[in-house]
């Protein structure tokens, strides 16, 4: 069973940068992702690694802002996310799904973490 533990959160301003990482452990998997739920919104993709090619993929609302990364001999993968706007603020979860086939749907993610708050002010 692959456990997932995010850390990283916080509170910032408007226009500054936050790390989250997620540390893997337990299993095997195919790629990794990064959701959000604000309150009173469902969870939305942010983006995935493919965790053996790399390959990257993003929500056009992060889009040149984020970036998602992994460390494989840590298997621990990172989402860098500069110029935050208020609007990024939710609750953002890690996960990994051992589909290889692309998917943006939280459905096709096995593991998840526990969530980091992320809080942005303007």
């Known amino acids: 069973q692959v456990q997932l533990v995010e850390s990283g959160g916080g509170l910032v301003q408007a226009g500054g940068s936050l790390r989250l990482s997620c540390a893997a452990s337990?299993?095997?998997?195919?790629?990794m992702g990064w959701f959000r739920q604000a309150p009173g919104k469902e969870r939305e993709f942010v983006a995935s690694?493919?965790?053996?090619?790399?390959?990257?993929a993003y929500a056009d609302s992060v889009k040149g802002r984020f970036t998602i990364s992994r460390d494989n001999p840590k298997n621990t993968m990172y989402l860098q996310m500069n110029n935050l706007k208020p609007d990024d603020t939710a609750v953002y979860y890690c996960?990994?799904?051992?589909?290889?086939?692309?998917?943006?749907?939280?459905?096709?993610?096995?593991?998840w973490g526990q969530g980091t708050q992320v809080t942005v002010s303007s």
């Open positions: 690694i493919n965790w053996r090619l790399g390959g990257t």
């Open positions: 996960a990994a799904r051992n589909m290889l086939l692309f998917t943006r749907s939280p459905a096709n993610y096995n593991y």
């Open positions: 337990g299993g095997t998997f195919s790629a």
